[in-house]
């Protein structure tokens, strides 16, 4: 592209933003608002994703021992369960161990252990973690097969749910921001329709004096996307805030919470919004355009 | 410069626009359309700068195949052409010198030579005190003028002109055929479609009267040959 042709599209872009200020002023204002909840759903989802994923990872599987099992017994069972498919770790948990982890999470109930008279009913076990969820299963009824072990149970119904849930929230996710890009497309097609409305007798000209498509798409492709632009920048602005809010109030308030840190997440959904808006932008204009350039 | 072999077209209403038409136009010549409203004038032209493809036949202008020419070679079709309508069609907002320098902009001229052509032309249509009026400070016929300028200033073999008199009196209509003579003089072929009697019989060029969709009557020095 030339430069005085870059320059005569720039001066065009700007005369026609300038020609329907309140219109531009109305469209960046609901690409903003489009792209915020956009934004907002796409930080939702992906930290739903991370939720999902920490809560998966930490798939383990409670092992319980037969009574009188001895410490060799228990040693050489270790070693087998380490050398199975998908186990990334084992931890053995005796039973004053499992005791003192049920007093500490009674907490201020750990009274009521006192009617067992410091007699211990809770059997010697191991702790397995297994690297992948969907392996889980399988681990669990295999563990069962050897001696001594009185039975392995992991947190089946509650992992069934996690998967429904995440499986459900990515589908709604997707679905969402599926259609509010389409209502940003509209919106920023409506309004550069305006602008190719008002402009359609110069569009015939150009046609019939030999300009290119390309020659009359780029101004309005180009005003389409100063529009998803700005609005992109806008909604980015609040975005960043209010994350940058909400991860400083949820760390005071619940330290433990998976929230992805600010950065450089903060970064890629700036860039997913901006890009994206800038994209929405030429996708529509392009849109309201194809009409007029029939001549 | 145009060649036109048993050239059909019907519109999506089954309206037949052109029948069978053939007719060769030679380079410099100045050709008269005549025919009443509806026969097909319309078709005829737009059928030259690509607004219209024909259904079947031959059609070469510029020694362009038209009909069967990709979409995007049309632009360089039409920059071989120049188009001046009934209306003027000038931009509102723009002033003389713009609108004229507007139709090199959009193909991308140098800059100098933009200023040099439009001098050129305004020269020739005779409006050069006038280059910075907007159209609404000037009369019909020095509007049809800027459009004459502004088809004229990519230098075009063919001019194509639909009724360029037809919203003019009498003496504005011969000022602006005075300007057609003179371009038409330097070589440029030009196509008019017109219903004004006076004008085609005074000047005794080709005439070629279409009816129907049919070429009814093609004379090289001809009248209207209708009563108005």
Not at chain 1, 225 to 237: E, R, S, T, Y
Not at chain 2, 125 to 139: A, H, I, M, T, W
Not at chain 2, 157 to 170: F, K, Q, R, S
């Amino acid at each position: 592209m030339k430069i005085r042709t870059l320059e005569y599209f720039v001066r065009e872009v700007f005369l026609s933003l300038k020609r329907n200020n309140w219109m531009s002023v109305a469209s960046v204002g609901t690409v903003a608002v489009s792209l915020f909840i956009f934004g907002m759903f796409l930080m939702l989802v992906l930290n739903m994703n991370k939720m999902a994923e920490s809560l998966e990872s930490q798939v383990q599987i409670n092992v319980y021992l037969e009574e009188g099992t001895t410490s060799s017994e228990i040693r050489s069972l270790e070693a087998e369960l380490n050398d199975m498919q998908g186990v990334e770790k084992v931890t053995f948990v005796s039973k004053d161990e499992a005791m003192e982890r049920f007093k500490e999470r009674l907490g201020d109930q750990s009274s009521i252990l006192d009617a067992l008279d410091d007699t211990n009913p809770l059997p010697d076990g191991f702790e397995v973690m297994i690297t992948q969820p969907e392996l889980v299963e399988t681990a669990a009824k295999n563990i069962e097969q050897h001696k001594h072990v009185e039975s392995a149970k992991y947190g089946q119904d509650v992992m069934e749910h996690l998967f429904d849930i995440t499986r459900l929230i990515r589908f709604f996710g997707l679905v969402l921001m599926l259609f509010l890009a389409g209502a940003t497309l509209f919106i920023i097609s409506n309004t550069i329709r305006l602008t190719v409305f008002a402009r359609r007798k110069e569009i015939a000209i150009m046609k019939y004096v030999g300009a290119t498509d390309w020659f009359i798409r780029w101004p309005f492709m180009m005003e389409g996307m100063v529009l998803g632009l700005f609005g992109g920048i806008l909604a980015n602005i609040i975005l960043r805030f209010g994350y940058s809010a909400l991860v400083s109030e949820i760390y005071s308030a619940l330290a433990f919470f998976p929230l992805i840190p600010e950065q450089p997440f903060l970064n890629y959904i700036s860039i997913v919004v901006v890009f994206g808006g800038m994209a929405i932008g030429a996708m529509g204009s392009t849109i309201s355009l194809k009409r007029f350039l029939e001549v | 410069m145009i060649h036109m072999k048993d050239i059909m077209k019907t519109y999506e209403n089954g309206a037949v626009a052109l029948d069978h038409v053939n007719v060769d136009i030679n380079k410099g010549e100045f050709v008269f359309l005549v025919g009443s409203s509806g026969a097909g004038k319309s078709t005829f032209m737009k059928l030259l700068f690509r607004e219209v493809v024909p259904d079947s036949g031959i059609l070469t202008v510029n020694g362009r195949d038209v009909i069967r020419m990709a979409k995007s070679d049309v632009p360089y079709l039409r920059r071989g052409l120049g188009v001046i309508f009934q209306d003027y069609r000038l931009l509102p907002d723009k002033t003389v010198y713009e609108n004229i320098a507007f139709a090199m902009q959009v193909i991308e001229a140098p800059r100098r030579m933009i200023q040099r052509s439009v001098n050129s032309v305004l020269d020739i249509v005779g409006l050069r005190d006038k280059y910075r009026c907007f159209p609404n400070q000037l009369s019909g016929g020095e509007q049809q003028r800027v459009a004459i300028a502004r088809a004229i200033v990519n230098n075009p073999a063919i001019v194509i002109a639909d009724e360029p008199t037809g919203n003019l009196d009498p003496e504005t209509s011969w000022g602006i055929m005075d300007i057609f003579q003179r371009i038409n003089s330097s070589g440029t072929t030009i196509v008019m479609a017109t219903h004004d009697k006076t004008i085609v019989d005074a000047m005794q060029r080709r005439v070629i009267a279409i009816e129907n969709g049919r070429i009814v009557r093609d004379e090289s020095h001809g009248g209207y040959g209708y009563e108005d």
